[in-house]
Every structure is written in structure tokens, then in C-alpha cells.
């Protein structure tokens, strides 16, 4: 499986949009792909795929409830389907207080257990994940977390071990990308027994301005993979994708929507390469291994 999580520190770099997109490209490549929404903020990812009838339903079942290990059904029944080749776990308002549930849920198992036992907050996804079979049934794994650093945060990456980051190349995502090696060595320090594997950073909102180049200048000093892949900027096409809640690809290919200009066709092809690049990196890591 290949499995990743997409997160940058920073807001508004067109995290969920990559997600949705990405999704979307590996389902054209034949891929069985699930997203999962860990996301508590409303309108992001179960918006868009239209999956939000029961966001605020406090009694339906929900990925925290399996999370804290009181379910109210089956893994499987948290699963919708979004289209052809995609799956989703849509988010819920219980996201919310992930934090406190589970440090309610940690107490009381340790509190049923001797002075050394540790019930791990952050491996929690990863059990439910492993538990529900999602490894042998899904050819991607993509989960989609808030920017801050914490609980939703630690269970993406422990669930996935790899990140893929997108980098607003502005003044904005200059500030994004200092220390962002640093950023990630804390999160594998506190997730202890992983190592997260930087699949890339993918440089977005490309114009080719000199504040752009300063911000690729930053990231090459921080040691970190680039993706050879860029997203230049799209606002129109990717805004009406979102606003009719399809992705670039529906928006591109029906008769519902207006044609696509030829600069935007080849963002479609952008995104079909950087599922390919994540794809083949995983390809190689089994050669190898």
C-alpha cells in the first residue's frame, strides 16, 4: 500500500486540494484509494466530496469513536464511496476534541493496568486502520489532517510514516518552510519508533517571481526532498472545481463545466505525474528492500 499523509504547517497552501487532486489522480491509475478526513475544521475535505450529512450528528458512528476504542459498528460501515476507485472516511465534529478523548481513553486503560503500562494516543489510527483491513484492501492511503501540530497530526503520520508537503512559494510560505526539517524531526521524536519518510515538497501557486525563488533557495537549505513536479497557479480552475465540489479532472472532462483553457489542461497532467512520482517511490523502496 502506499500510504501518506498531506500536511504543511502553514494554512491555506492548498493542502485539501492536493488531497482531493491527488485522489484523484491515482484513481484514474486503477488505484483502490481511500481518504480519510482528520480535519475538524467544517467545509475542507467531506464538503467537498459531498459527505457531511452527518457532521454534527453527536449519535452515528465516527473514526474517533473506533479511535478510543468505543465504537458504535464496523470499520467498514465509516467507509463511503466517492467515486470510481475512491473510498472515503468522512471527518466529523468529533475531531474536534480528538485531543481530550483520547487522553480520556488513555487514562482509563492505564488506569486498569499496572504503573508502566502506556495506552499510545498516537498509534491509535494506525490500529483502527490495521484492524479494518485497509492494507490489503486499498492500493493508497491518503490522509488529510489539520495544519497544527498534535493528536491529529501524530495519528496521521504514525498511520502513514510519510509525508507529502505542499509549499506556497510566497512571502507567506517562505516563513512556512524555516525550520520545517526541524518541524518534522519533533514529530518523529515524539512519535518515537518511526521514521517519516518526506515523499516531497511540492511547490505550489508557481509564478516564477524572485520571492518564488528565495522560497525554493530556503527550501533547498533545509535539506529537504523537492518534488520535480510544481503546481503553477490556478485559482480560477482549482476555485470552481471546489465550488462544485468535483475535482480538476471531472471539472476538465464533462459537459457540465466550461472547457478548460490549454495552460489549465496542464495542470491536469501535473497532477497525473506527481500520483506517478508517488507511486514509483514506493515501487523503488520494494526493489530495493
Same mark, same amino acid.
Not at 30 to 58: C, K, N, W
Not at 109 to 127: F, G, I, T, V
Not at 185 to 209: A, H, M, Q
Given at each position: 500500500?502506499?500510504?501518506?499523509?498531506?500536511?504543511?504547517?502553514?494554512?491555506?497552501?492548498?493542502?485539501?486540494?492536493?488531497?482531493?487532486?491527488?485522489?484523484?489522480?491515482?484513481?484514474?491509475?486503477?488505484?483502490?484509494?481511500?481518504?480519510?478526513?482528520?480535519?475538524?475544521?467544517?467545509?475542507?475535505?467531506?464538503?467537498?466530496?459531498?459527505?457531511?450529512?452527518?457532521?454534527?450528528?453527536?449519535?452515528?458512528?465516527?473514526?474517533?469513536?473506533?479511535?478510543?476504542?468505543?465504537?458504535?459498528?464496523?470499520?467498514?460501515?465509516?467507509?463511503?464511496?466517492?467515486?470510481?476507485?475512491?473510498?472515503?472516511?468522512?471527518?466529523?465534529?468529533?475531531?474536534?476534541?480528538?485531543?481530550?478523548?483520547?487522553?480520556?481513553?488513555?487514562?482509563?486503560?492505564?488506569?486498569?493496568?499496572?504503573?508502566?503500562?502506556?495506552?499510545?494516543?498516537?498509534?491509535?489510527?494506525?490500529?483502527?486502520?490495521?484492524?479494518?483491513?485497509?492494507?490489503?484492501?486499498?492500493?493508497? %492511503?491518503?490522509?488529510?489532517?489539520?495544519?497544527?501540530?498534535?493528536?491529529?497530526?501524530?495519528?496521521?503520520?504514525?498511520?502513514?510514516?510519510?509525508?507529502?508537503?505542499?509549499?506556497?512559494?510566497?512571502?507567506?510560505?517562505?516563513?512556512?518552510?524555516?525550520?520545517?526539517?526541524?518541524?518534522?524531526?519533533?514529530?518523529?521524536?515524539?512519535?518515537?519508533?518511526?521514521?517519516?519518510?518526506?515523499?516531497?515538497?511540492?511547490? =505550489?501557486?508557481?509564478?516564477?517571481? =524572485?520571492?518564488?525563488?528565495?522560497?525554493?533557495?530556503?527550501? =533547498?537549505?533545509?535539506?529537504?526532498?523537492?518534488?520535480?513536479?510544481?503546481?503553477?497557479?490556478?485559482?480560477?480552475?482549482?476555485?470552481?472545481?471546489?465550488?462544485?465540489?468535483?475535482?480538476?479532472?471531472?471539472?476538465?472532462?464533462?459537459?457540465?463545466?466550461?472547457?478548460?483553457?490549454?495552460?489549465?489542461?496542464?495542470? %491536469?497532467?501535473?497532477?497525473?505525474?506527481?500520483?506517478?512520482?508517488?507511486?514509483?517511490?514506493?515501487?523503488?523502496?520494494?526493489?530495493?528492500?
Amino acid at each position: 500500500m502506499i500510504p501518506y499523509t498531506v500536511w504543511s504547517e502553514a494554512g491555506g497552501v492548498g493542502k485539501t486540494t492536493f488531497s482531493v487532486n491527488l485522489a484523484a489522480a491515482h484513481a484514474r491509475r486503477g488505484q483502490q484509494v481511500l481518504v480519510i478526513d482528520m480535519d475538524p475544521q467544517e467545509g475542507g475535505l467531506t464538503h467537498h466530496f459531498g459527505a457531511d450529512d452527518y457532521r454534527s450528528d453527536a449519535n452515528v458512528d465516527n473514526i474517533v469513536r473506533h479511535m478510543v476504542e468505543r465504537p458504535k459498528g464496523e470499520f467498514a460501515d465509516l467507509v463511503m464511496n466517492v467515486g470510481e476507485n475512491l473510498d472515503l472516511v468522512p471527518g466529523h465534529n468529533m475531531l474536534g476534541s480528538l485531543e481530550q478523548n483520547l487522553t480520556r481513553a488513555a487514562e482509563m486503560e492505564q488506569s486498569m493496568h499496572d504503573a508502566n503500562y502506556r495506552w499510545p494516543k498516537e498509534k491509535q489510527l494506525r490500529r483502527v486502520l490495521a484492524d479494518g483491513g485497509v492494507p490489503d484492501e486499498y492500493d493508497v %492511503l491518503i490522509i488529510d489532517p489539520p495544519a497544527t501540530v498534535g493528536q491529529h497530526i501524530y495519528n496521521s503520520i504514525y498511520a502513514t510514516s510519510n509525508l507529502l508537503i505542499p509549499a506556497e512559494l510566497s512571502a507567506k510560505g517562505e516563513q512556512s518552510v524555516e525550520g520545517l526539517r526541524d518541524v518534522v524531526n519533533n514529530i518523529e521524536e515524539t512519535l518515537g519508533d518511526i521514521e517519516v519518510g518526506i515523499l516531497g515538497v511540492v511547490p =505550489n501557486k508557481v509564478s516564477g517571481t =524572485n520571492v518564488q525563488q528565495s522560497v525554493m533557495d530556503e527550501l =533547498n537549505e533545509q535539506e529537504l526532498p523537492v518534488a520535480p513536479v510544481s503546481i503553477r497557479e490556478r485559482g480560477s480552475m482549482l476555485g470552481e472545481a471546489w465550488q462544485n465540489q468535483v475535482s480538476i479532472f471531472e471539472l476538465g472532462e464533462s459537459e457540465d463545466y466550461r472547457d478548460l483553457r490549454e495552460y489549465e489542461e496542464t495542470t %491536469l497532467e501535473k497532477f497525473d505525474e506527481l500520483a506517478a512520482y508517488i507511486s514509483e517511490q514506493f515501487v523503488t523502496q520494494e526493489t530495493v528492500a
